[in-house]
């Protein structure tokens, strides 16, 4: 583990759009993470909910970056991310509960190997914590048709967390619902393609980056 003083700087990002009762239930969980050297952010994509005046007042310790409209997931985050200094982002959608320390064991294993650019937890469901959640499981793949998969969820079977995805291995894609990169890599490879305005950005970015070397 990574002595206290030589922890890269952390930003968790969370991008917003009229989300207020996902930050009201799941941010809290984000600001008890123990991980020392760490900025939370909440990016907004010009909501209407009264979200950004929920995060002020409740999470004065909370960032807050405003868009001036809804550039969808992608946009939205090549945007808030500009104007984030860190050593690694960690892209976390705002409808995910964390436990307090989440961040530690991953940057441990990023900055263990220079050619690791992204990775991502295993992911279980908030309403059957027993179970795999649909968005990303235990870590991504493609097949031989193109098409994309998860260890943990086959199409719409998602198997019980029993401890056999524990293991830490190289995957083709990491969920963009808690999406560790360096920040170095994700301006090298110029940040999720617009074109995809929600959904398959991060398999996209992943297949970018292992085309690049990385893993």
Same mark, same amino acid.
Request: glycine share 8%; proline share 4%.
């Given at each position: 583990?990574?002595?206290?003083?030589?922890?890269?700087?952390?930003?968790? %990002? /969370?991008?917003?759009? *009229?989300?207020?009762?996902?930050?009201? &239930?799941?941010? @809290?969980?984000?600001?008890?993470? &123990?991980?020392?050297?760490?900025?939370?952010? %909440?990016?907004?994509?010009?909501?209407?909910?009264?979200?950004?005046?929920?995060?002020?007042? *409740?999470? @004065?310790? %909370?960032?807050?970056?405003?868009?001036?409209?809804?550039?969808?997931?992608?946009?939205?985050?090549?945007?808030?991310?500009?104007? %984030?200094?860190?050593?690694?982002?960690?892209?976390?959608? !705002?409808?995910? +509960?964390?436990? #307090?320390?989440?961040?530690? #064991?991953? /940057?441990?294993?990023? +900055? !263990?190997?220079?050619?690791?650019?992204?990775?991502? @937890?295993?992911?279980?469901?908030?309403? =059957?914590?027993?179970?795999?959640?649909?968005?990303?499981?235990?870590?991504?793949?493609? $097949? &031989?048709?193109?098409? #994309?998969?998860?260890?943990?969820?086959?199409?719409?079977? /998602?198997?019980?967390?029993?401890? =056999?995805?524990? =293991? &830490?291995? +190289?995957?083709?894609?990491? !969920?963009?619902?808690?999406?560790? /990169?360096?920040?170095?890599?994700?301006?090298?490879?110029?940040?999720? $393609?617009?074109?995809?305005?929600?959904?398959?950005?991060?398999?996209?970015?992943?297949?970018?980056?292992?085309?690049?070397?990385?893993?």
């Amino acid at each position: 583990m990574l002595q206290e003083t030589a922890m890269p700087k952390v930003a968790v %990002v /969370i991008l917003n759009w *009229n989300g207020l009762k996902y930050l009201q &239930t799941y941010l @809290p969980s984000v600001v008890a993470s &123990t991980y020392p050297n760490l900025e939370i952010l %909440v990016g907004d994509n010009g909501s209407t909910d009264g979200s950004v005046d929920f995060v002020r007042t *409740n999470f @004065p310790s %909370v960032k807050t970056v405003l868009n001036d409209q809804n550039y969808g997931f992608t946009g939205g985050y090549n945007r808030v991310l500009a104007q %984030v200094q860190a050593d690694y982002f960690i892209l976390l959608n !705002s409808d995910v +509960e964390v436990v #307090p320390n989440w961040i530690e #064991p991953v /940057i441990s294993l990023m +900055e !263990s190997d220079e050619l690791i650019a992204a990775a991502a @937890p295993k992911i279980l469901s908030w309403q =059957q914590k027993n179970k795999f959640e649909h968005a990303g499981a235990a870590g991504g793949f493609i $097949d &031989t048709f193109g098409y #994309p998969f998860c260890r943990g969820r086959i199409f719409f079977e /998602i198997e019980e967390d029993r401890g =056999q995805y524990d =293991q &830490t291995i +190289e995957v083709l894609w990491a !969920s963009g619902a808690a999406l560790f /990169i360096k920040q170095k890599y994700w301006e090298l490879s110029g940040g999720f $393609d617009e074109r995809f305005f929600a959904h398959m950005e991060e398999i996209d970015l992943c297949w970018r980056l292992k085309n690049m070397g990385l893993k």
